[in-house]
T-cell receptor, first 113, second 112 residues
Framework: QKEVEQNSGPLSVPEGAIASLNCTYS??????FFWYRQYSGKSPELIMF????GDKEDGRFTAQLNKASQYVSLLIRDSQPSDSATYLC?????????????FGAGTRLFVKA | DAGVTQSPTHLIKTRGQQVTLRCSPK?????VSWYQQALGQGPQFIFQ???????QRGNFPDRFSGHQFPNYSSELNVNALLLGDSALYLC???????????FGSGTRLTVV
């Protein structure tokens, strides 16, 4: 079973700060990488996906991918209390044709007002 | 445009019983994956259906089975329920040509 590892947190940042969330994965064949946000009691919601090395920006969110280091990160700029949630890193398992998306256990983020 | 619809929202079953969970995908989505999410954990992949066939399976026993219908809707069946099967079951759908899932709101299964 391929793995996706995340620090469970909680990560606490003040309002307006940059939140940095990190993820490592074990399957070198993986090609697609995702970040989902999950509010307590709700289902996951896709916020970013990336498949090329480097940075991808969307509003206040930036996803960073380094395939050589098998590392994915998510930066949230100008963090707001409404960003408080669990952030799930997900990876399409390349060794099985990319059909299986594996999730990490998630990092809980608290943004203090 | 309706999103992903799951039913029922909550369910209580007794050990040894069987359960069927249902999922209707978002319009335009032809691929359905099922996930089990225990409290405080990430979603665990059960299996994926595409063109009415199981395309990939996770590390779940044969007690877990599924089906996809011609209209792309799907069912998850679990036989001989165990206490450890208590979890949130999530249906996630996508257009097979695109990346990223849309999740349903889930079915909370409690086995007593």
């Amino acid at each position: 079973q391929k793995e996706v590892e995340q620090n469970s947190g909680p990560l606490s940042v003040p309002e307006g700060a940059i939140a940095s969330l990190n993820c490592t994965y074990s399957d070198r064949g993986s090609q697609s990488f995702f970040w989902y946000r999950q509010y307590s009691g709700k289902s996951p919601e896709l916020i970013m996906f990336i498949y090329s090395n480097g940075d991808k920006e969307d509003g206040r969110f930036t996803a960073q991918l380094n395939k050589a280091s098998q590392y994915v990160s998510l930066l949230i700029r100008d963090s707001q209390p409404s960003d408080s949630a669990t952030y799930l890193c997900a990876v399409n398992e390349g060794s099985t044709g990319g059909f299986k998306t594996i999730f990490g256990a998630g990092t809980r983020l608290f943004v203090k007002a | 445009d309706a999103g992903v619809t799951q039913s029922p929202t909550h369910l209580i079953k007794t050990r040894g019983q069987q359960v069927t969970l249902r999922c209707s995908p978002k319009s335009g989505h032809d691929t359905v994956s099922w996930y089990q999410q225990a409290l405080g954990q990430g979603p665990q992949f059960i299996f994926q259906y595409y063109e009415e066939e199981e395309r990939q399976r996770g590390n779940f026993p044969d007690r877990f089975s599924g089906h996809q219908f011609p209209n792309y809707s799907s069912e998850l069946n679990v036989n001989a329920l165990l206490l450890g099967d208590s979890a949130l079951y999530l249906c996630a759908t996508k257009d097979t040509q695109k990346n990223g899932y849309t999740f349903g709101s889930g079915t909370r299964l409690t086995v007593v």
